[in-house]
């Protein structure tokens, strides 16, 4: 630690990130086998409201690890300024969401057509697994929106552009920072292609941060591009099969 502590700071908040996301999914799988062996099963629940409900659990449990138990365990705190919520939202921070979005856009279509021609085998076109599925009822498309476009954008940009990438950045080059943060949002996705995708989104949310000193700009693209997918997804899944004849 005294010899490399930057190296080894880098690793801990790294390993802290991606093992508080594991012990929250693991922590929930370990509630619901304990109540099955009392009895309460959950097979006559909704599987779309099943699985908002997950993901509000494991998001906030992943979060209480990694910020609230270093603070629990060695006072260690994780201030507003770390995570880049020193601010309410701006217009400034308004105007900027968009102006990403199409960055974002541009080197997203960049990156596969490179990814592509390297690798001819991967498939740019396998479908993102969601949690949602076999949608019927109005609330059913609330929730799919609520936990997508609202929730899962906050939660991600608090963890890695907030939490993460606040803390990198003080130890390494921005650049460096930046380019660890989007590896590892890009691997947590589990999906090549999805994986790919939200590099190149990282990094523009990342330079969303160093522009405006804050996450709010990053939290609108974020849910600018995920607003984008569920109605592809959800609303309008034949729309891109239309526009390319």
Same mark, same amino acid.
């Given at each position: ?46 599987e ?17 690890i ?48 490179? !990814? ?10 396998? !479908?993102?697994?969601?949690g ?40 390494l ?9 989007? !590896?590892?949002?890009?691997? !947590? ?30 939290i ?26």
């Amino acid at each position: 630690m005294k010899r490399f502590p930057r190296a080894e700071k880098t690793i801990l908040f790294c390993l802290l990130v991606i093992l508080g996301f594991g012990a929250a999914q693991a922590i929930v799988v370990a509630l619901v086998m304990i109540l099955r062996l009392f009895g309460i099963s959950f097979s006559d629940v909704n599987e779309n409201v099943l699985s908002s409900v997950v993901s509000v659990i494991v998001y906030a449990l992943t979060l209480a690890i990694v910020i609230g138990l270093p603070w629990l365990v060695r006072n260690y705190q994780t201030t507003k300024e770390d995570i880049g919520l020193t601010r309410l939202l701006s217009w400034t921070d308004i105007g900027f969401a968009p102006a990403g979005f199409v960055i974002y856009l541009i080197g997203s279509a960049i990156l596969s057509y490179v !990814a592509s021609s390297i690798f001819p085998s991967l498939d740019l076109n396998q !479908a993102q697994e969601t949690g949602f599925g076999n949608i019927a009822h109005y609330y059913e498309y609330f929730l799919a929106f609520l936990t997508l476009v609202v929730l899962a954008p906050v939660a991600e940009e608090v963890l890695f552009r907030g939490y993460l990438y606040g803390k990198l950045r003080k130890l390494l080059p921005v650049w460096l920072a930046v380019l660890i943060t989007s !590896a590892l949002f890009g691997a !947590a996705h589990g999906q090549w292609n999805v994986g790919l995708d939200v590099f190149v989104l990282s990094i523009v949310l990342c330079s969303l941060r160093e522009v405006t000193g804050n996450i709010w700009a990053g939290i609108l693209l974020h849910m600018i591009k995920n607003g984008l997918a569920f109605y592809l997804l959800f609303i309008n899944p034949t729309f891109l099969h239309t526009i390319g004849g």
